[in-house]
């Protein structure tokens, strides 16, 4: 089955699942619940389509390659967004219903609220330009597939990093909410960027590997290649229907280098910012420098998907990481050093102040366990790191705790559907469903050339399959509508205007 048969197939068994299940009622009924009140609980994916001789698509198109789906958008803010919903129109309808049956089951809130919050909090301060981004992408998904979201349902969505486990919890804490449920913000990924004396040919190399439920993660293998009419070309990582990277990893044609891991156990919010998915994808599309960078973030910081982000420059060789909390941020920068990330935050006043909850001291902890597994391979590797290293450093399967190789919650791999421990900073149950989900890198010489190396699925190669998994963990068996196997590409080679190879 090709990937977009198989999609098709998926699809129809999602929307089989959730009928089936609306009738059983009980643990399933949050499935049709989350269907229901998005809207989608009727066949979403009509045999409509626009003729494609549209203008609005000229110059888009899309292949897969690798387990990954390519995409080339071009033109005006309206035009790209209509590109993307046309080009992944029956993905978008896929991952919403994987992503809302998520939002509203982990935090108790029904779809409706999470519409009010786009439309009443996050909306009215986006600017212009992703304003008709986001509107061209409901009109082209809409008429890819004659689905009924509209651009409230579609902020929603593309702020599903920050409003289910930044706002929420902000939110149950000043409504004093007694039933509030356990929610923590994100611990999203394994990265570093190294340059000087660290790497081989002493210019840059950048890697990441992007840690999220399975859920999710089976879906977050698009690459986004953009020529906005105004800004840098970009060559991303992403989401169907997210107009961010948002795990992330990205480079732009002005020699800008991005990816981040996320603050674990972060607190706070700020109703009156700007979403953060507006703000990362701002910053790879208009700065030019790491100052630039930092800049954009830090205008309107809403406190949404904490990271501490990791950049490099290759126009001057320099690196830095810009931790950026809500109450404080700091930056750090060099141009012979490796600066890596696991989820932790690094600066003393941040710790206080934005992640009070985080011991940075226990190292049985997978932030820890990961950051120490970081500085004996990167020191191990002084003067060596290329692409290749890092290919294999994304892959690694030694747990610093128990002092052995086993791929599990503290790997820089992660398999925590592996482990009984789960990871409760994260409110990651036993064998919750989660970890590494696929990886990038690349380095000074492939970004000059706007190219990367990407790996669907877990990046060591291992395939998670999802029928077993589901028999073994009944507690998770309410994702079985949305659940699929994730299985491991090769490393696959992506640059910008890159067509399929025939
Ligand atoms: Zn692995």
Same mark, same amino acid.
């Given at each position: 089955?090709?990937?977009?048969?198989?999609?098709?197939?998926?699809?129809?068994?999602?929307?089989?699942?959730?009928?089936?299940?609306?009738?059983?009622?009980?643990?399933?009924?949050?499935?049709?619940?989350?269907?229901?009140?998005?809207?989608?609980?009727?066949?979403?994916?009509?045999?409509?389509?626009?003729?494609?001789?549209?203008?609005?698509?000229?110059?888009?198109?899309?292949?897969?390659?690798?387990?990954?789906?390519?995409?080339?958008?071009?033109?005006?803010?309206?035009?790209?967004?209509?590109?993307?919903?046309?080009?992944?129109?029956?993905?978008?309808?896929?991952?919403?219903?994987?992503?809302?049956?998520?939002?509203?089951?982990?935090?108790?809130?029904?779809?409706?609220?999470?519409?009010?919050?786009?439309?009443?909090?996050?909306?009215?301060?986006?600017?212009?330009?992703?304003?008709?981004?986001?509107?061209?992408?409901?009109?082209?998904?809409?008429?890819?597939?004659?689905?009924?979201?509209?651009?409230?349902?579609?902020?929603?969505?593309?702020?599903?990093?920050?409003?289910?486990?930044?706002?929420?919890?902000?939110?149950?804490?000043?409504?004093?909410?007694?039933?509030?449920?356990?929610?923590?913000?994100?611990?999203?990924?394994?990265?570093?960027?190294?340059?000087?004396?660290?790497?081989?040919?002493?210019?840059?190399?950048?890697?990441?590997?992007?840690?999220?439920?399975?859920?999710?993660?089976?879906?977050?293998?698009?690459?986004?290649?953009?020529?906005?009419?105004?800004?840098?070309?970009?060559?991303?990582?992403?989401?169907?229907?997210?107009?961010?990277?948002?795990?992330?990893?990205?480079?732009?044609?002005?020699?800008?280098?991005?990816?981040?891991?996320?603050?674990?156990?972060?607190?706070?919010?700020?109703?009156?910012?700007? *979403?953060?998915? &507006?703000?990362?994808? /701002?910053?790879?599309?208009? =700065? !030019? #420098?790491?100052?630039?960078?930092?800049?954009?973030? +830090?205008?309107?910081?809403?406190?949404?998907?904490?990271?501490?982000?990791?950049?490099?420059?290759?126009?001057?060789?320099?690196?830095?990481?810009?931790?950026?909390?809500?109450? *404080?941020?700091? &930056?750090?920068?060099? /141009?012979?050093?490796?600066? =890596? !990330? #696991?989820?932790?935050?690094?600066?003393?006043?941040? +710790?206080?102040?934005?992640?009070?909850?985080?011991?940075?001291?226990?190292?049985?902890?997978?932030?820890?366990?990961?950051?120490?597994?970081?500085?004996?391979?990167?020191?191990?590797?002084?003067?060596?790191?290329?692409?290749?290293?890092?290919?294999?450093?994304?892959?690694?399967?030694?747990?610093?705790?128990?002092?052995?190789?086993?791929?599990?919650?503290?790997?820089?791999?992660?398999?925590?559907?592996?482990?009984?421990?789960?990871?409760?900073?994260?409110?990651?149950?036993?064998?919750?469903?989660?970890?590494?989900?696929?990886?990038?890198?690349?380095?000074?010489?492939?970004?000059?050339?706007?190219?990367?190396?990407?790996?669907?699925?877990?990046?060591?190669?291992?395939?998670?399959?999802?029928?077993?998994?589901?028999?073994?963990?009944?507690?998770?068996?309410?994702?079985?509508?949305?659940?699929?196997?994730?299985?491991?590409?090769?490393?696959?080679?992506?640059?910008?205007?890159?067509?399929?190879?025939?």
């Amino acid at each position: 089955m090709t990937r977009s048969t198989r999609r098709a197939a998926a699809i129809l068994l999602v929307i089989g699942g959730a009928a089936a299940f609306w009738w059983a009622g009980g643990a399933g009924a949050d499935a049709a619940a989350a269907a229901r009140s998005a809207g989608v609980n009727a066949p979403a994916v009509a045999p409509r389509q626009a003729p494609p001789d549209d203008p609005r698509l000229k110059g888009a198109y899309r292949f897969e390659r690798g387990g990954w789906i390519y995409v080339h958008l071009e033109g005006a803010p309206a035009t790209l967004g209509y590109q993307h919903g046309y080009l992944l129109g029956p993905e978008i309808e896929d991952a919403f219903r994987a992503v809302s049956a998520n939002m509203t089951h982990s935090t108790g809130r029904d779809w409706a609220f999470f519409r009010t919050a786009a439309r009443d909090m996050l909306w009215p301060k986006i600017e212009p330009e992703y304003r008709q981004e986001l509107q061209g992408l409901v009109d082209g998904l809409r008429a890819r597939t004659g689905s009924r979201l509209d651009v409230y349902d579609l902020v929603a969505y593309n702020a599903f990093e920050e409003l289910p486990d930044y706002y929420v919890p902000w939110l149950d804490k000043q409504q004093k909410n007694a039933k509030a449920p356990d929610l923590k913000s994100p611990g999203n990924c394994s990265a570093f960027v190294a340059t000087g004396s660290w790497t081989k040919d002493g210019g840059i190399v950048i890697a990441h590997n992007t840690w999220t439920n399975y859920m999710n993660g089976e879906r977050w293998v698009i690459v986004f290649d953009i020529v906005p009419a105004r800004g840098y070309r970009m060559l991303m990582d992403g989401f169907p229907g997210v107009i961010a990277s948002d795990d992330d990893f990205g480079i732009n044609g002005d020699g800008l280098m991005v990816t981040e891991t996320t603050i674990t156990q972060f607190e706070g919010w700020d109703p009156n910012g700007i *979403a953060e998915f &507006v703000r990362a994808r /701002k910053a790879l599309q208009y =700065a !030019g #420098s790491i100052d630039e960078y930092v800049r954009i973030m +830090l205008d309107g910081n809403n406190g949404g998907y904490a990271n501490d982000w990791l950049l490099g420059d290759r126009k001057t060789g320099e690196i830095a990481q810009f931790e950026l909390g809500l109450k *404080a941020h700091r &930056v750090w920068r060099t /141009k012979d050093g490796v600066l =890596a !990330g #696991s989820n932790w935050a690094r600066d003393p006043e941040i +710790l206080k102040l934005d992640a009070p909850g985080f011991d940075p001291h226990n190292m049985e902890t997978s932030p820890n366990a990961r950051r120490l597994r970081w500085e004996q391979l990167l020191a191990r590797n002084k003067g060596r790191i290329d692409v290749a290293l890092a290919q294999q450093m994304l892959g690694d399967h030694y747990d610093t705790y128990q002092k052995r190789e086993e791929p599990d919650e503290r790997t820089l791999c992660g398999h925590v559907d592996t482990s009984a421990r789960g990871i409760p900073q994260w409110a990651w149950g036993a064998h919750y469903p989660g970890g590494a989900v696929q990886a990038k890198v690349t380095d000074s010489t492939m970004a000059e050339a706007m190219s990367l190396v990407a790996r669907a699925g877990h990046p060591c190669g291992e395939d998670f399959l999802a029928k077993p998994f589901l028999a073994a963990h009944p507690e998770y068996a309410w994702q079985a509508p949305y659940l699929h196997d994730m299985k491991a590409g090769p490393w696959t080679a992506f640059r910008s205007g890159d067509a399929q190879r025939k």
